[in-house]
Structure formats: structure tokens, C-alpha cells
Antibody
Framework: EVELLESGGGSVQPGGSLKLSCAAS????????MNWVRQAPGKGLEWVSG????????HYADSVRGRFTISRDTSKNTLYLEMNSLRDEDTAVYYCTKALLGTNGCFDSWGQGTLVTVSS | DIQMTQSPPSLSASVGDRVTITCRAS??????LAWFQQKPGKAPKSLIY???SLQSGVPSRFSGSGSGTDFTLTISSLQPEDFATYYCQQYKLHPLTFGGGTKVEMK
């Protein structure tokens, strides 16, 4: 059974940094593209970033490009999202998602999410 | 960027009703369209990919159709556990984009 377990969320001041982790299990991690999707309180879903199966290809939403970095460690079956220069508008629940085999952006599994709060 | 527009933003329905939600893309996306269900305080659940293919374990009362720019999610007979918010998402081009959501409420 696929399991995605996010961690690393918390409260941080504007301008601060956080690094999210997503521990994956139940599938061959190095065979699937992975993505991060966020949801601000009371709002809809927003795609944040994605990485291809080998990590060579990375994509970012304009709202986070240059501030966030996605990476993956296949030896640890873990996806990361390093977030710098955080802003109030980055406050959201961040979900790790697994892509459908052979696609980069079609999600078939979601983690439970981790809450990031940016506030002074 | 491809804009995804869902309608209606909300609807009221009763158990047993047939429910239809539409999603329109600002440019053609072939069938690179997915649907998700989200209940309050929970992570989204993947329902449909490729516009009409059901994810594993999704009940057959859910169906999707469309291609190009216009898509539909249909629930043939609404069940109590189907009251939730539904989102469409295109995955033809980056940045990946979602519709604004449709909240299905109990009448």
C-alpha cells in the first residue's frame, strides 16, 4: 500500500526557512515522479513544485520559483521541499503527491499534509 | 498558464440525485484532466485521470467525460459519503493548474 508521510511543517517568521520531508513507502520510489501541492486556509488547491523520476527535471510555480527547491533522495525514499524567504502567503497545508506511472503531473496518491504557518 | 474554470462553485443535492460538475480549460488539453474529491480537514483523494479513467477503488457511480476544453464529472446516484468539494486539474502543461472547486452540499 502506498504511504506518503510529510513532516517538517511548523511556524516561522516572514523571511525564514523550513525544509519539508515526505517519506514514501509501498512503491518503487525511483520509478515515479513526485510533486508538492499546497492549500491555504479556506482556499483551493495550488500546485507548488514537481520532480521527474530521476530528479533531473524540476518544475516550479511562479509564486515560489527562486525561493523553494525540490529534491529527492532515492536511497532514503524521501522527497524534500526546501523553502526560503517565506512569506505570509506561503501559509498553507503542504501535500506530497505521487504521480501516476508514466506521467509527471497526474496525481494518484496524496499524503496527509503538513501545516506551514508564516507569521510575525 | 492554463486557467481551469469549474461550475457551479457550489450545489445542493439529495441522496440519490444525479450530480454533474463542469470544468473548462482556457486552451485545449486533450484528455490530460484529473478530478479529485476533498472532505473537510482531509487530504484530497484522486478519482479520475485521463478525463474518464477511474482510479483504483473509486466507485462506478463516478464518471468523467470530455476532451479538448470541456469536461464533466458525473455522480450517477449521490451517496451520503459523496458530500465534499471536487476539483479538476490539468496536467498537459506546467504550471499544473486546478479549478476553483465545487462544493456539493446536502439539500
Amino acid at each position: 500500500e502506498v504511504e506518503l508521510l510529510e513532516s517538517g511543517g511548523g511556524s516561522v517568521q516572514p523571511g525564514g526557512s523550513l525544509k519539508l520531508s515526505c517519506a514514501a513507502s509501498g512503491f518503487p520510489f525511483n520509478t515515479y515522479a513526485m510533486n508538492w501541492v499546497r492549500q491555504a486556509p479556506g482556499k483551493g488547491l495550488e500546485w507548488v513544485s514537481g520532480t521527474t523520476i530521476n530528479g533531473a527535471g524540476m518544475h516550479y510555480a511562479d509564486s515560489v520559483r527562486g525561493r523553494f527547491t525540490i529534491s529527492r533522495d532515492t536511497s532514503k525514499n524521501t522527497l524534500y521541499l526546501e523553502m526560503n524567504s517565506l512569506r505570509d502567503e506561503d501559509t498553507a497545508v503542504y501535500y506530497c503527491t505521487k504521480a501516476l506511472l508514466g506521467t509527471n503531473g497526474c496525481f494518484d496518491s496524496w499524503g496527509q499534509g503538513t501545516l506551514v504557518t508564516v507569521s510575525s | 498558464d492554463i486557467q481551469m474554470t469549474q461550475s457551479p462553485p457550489s450545489l445542493s443535492a439529495s441522496v440519490g440525485d444525479r450530480v454533474t460538475i463542469t470544468c473548462r480549460a482556457s486552451q485545449a488539453i486533450n484528455i490530460y484532466l484529473a478530478w479529485f474529491q476533498q472532505k473537510p480537514g482531509k487530504a484530497p483523494k484522486s478519482l479520475i485521470y485521463g478525463a474518464s479513467s477511474l482510479q483504483s477503488g473509486v466507485p462506478s457511480r463516478f464518471s468523467g467525460s470530455g476532451s479538448g476544453t470541456d469536461f464533466t464529472l458525473t455522480i450517477s446516484s449521490l451517496q451520503p459519503e459523496d458530500f465534499a468539494t471536487y476539483y479538476c486539474q490539468q496536467y498537459k502543461l506546467h504550471p499544473l493548474t486546478f479549478g476553483g472547486g465545487t462544493k456539493v452540499e446536502m439539500k
